[in-house]
């Protein structure tokens, strides 16, 4: 009888799903788990938080902190798909304001570059940027 114990590795499509599900959940160590200490992160140029990031307190702060400072988040849906270029994801979900309650619509599609059980980049895209980037100014403004 053999003591070693079986390591099972996760696929790339399953360690984004793990982040989603984290992410869904407020799960802000669920998240950082997921995520490479060095991850990049390239947010829409456009959003308040755009831009090139790198690591994870700086995604926690920068990014999430950004987005949850000013609305609630809430993911309705995501859906994984593992290829050659890497893991896609599509998040679906609604914004809603702390200061107004005024909903917003969220849809993104994130390109994953997955490695050793850990996401190492995500590339972020939205339709419709500006639109995203004018209701946070109205969610900090406390204006419709």
């Known amino acids: 009888m053999s003591n070693q114990m079986k390591t099972v590795t996760e696929s790339p499509a399953e360690v984004v799903r793990g982040l989603y599900d984290a992410l869904s959940k407020n799960d802000v160590p669920g998240v950082l788990a997921k995520l490479d200490p060095e991850v990049i992160v390239d947010e829409p140029t456009q959003l308040p938080y ?24 809430a993911i309705t849906d995501a859906e994984v798909f593992e290829g050659p270029a890497g893991v896609i994801g599509t998040l679906t979900g ?24 850990t996401v190492r980049k995500i590339d972020v895209y939205t339709k419709n940027p500006h639109e995203i980037a004018a209701f946070y100014a109205r969610a900090e403004a406390g204006t419709r």
């Open 50 to 73: 755009g831009g090139v990031h790198q690591g994870r307190e700086v995604f926690v702060q920068s990014i999430l902190g950004a987005m949850m400072g000013y609305a609630n988040v």
């Open 94 to 117: 609604t914004l809603t304001a702390h200061t107004t309650g005024e909903e917003f619509p969220l849809t993104m599609v994130e390109i994953h570059q997955v490695e050793d059980g």
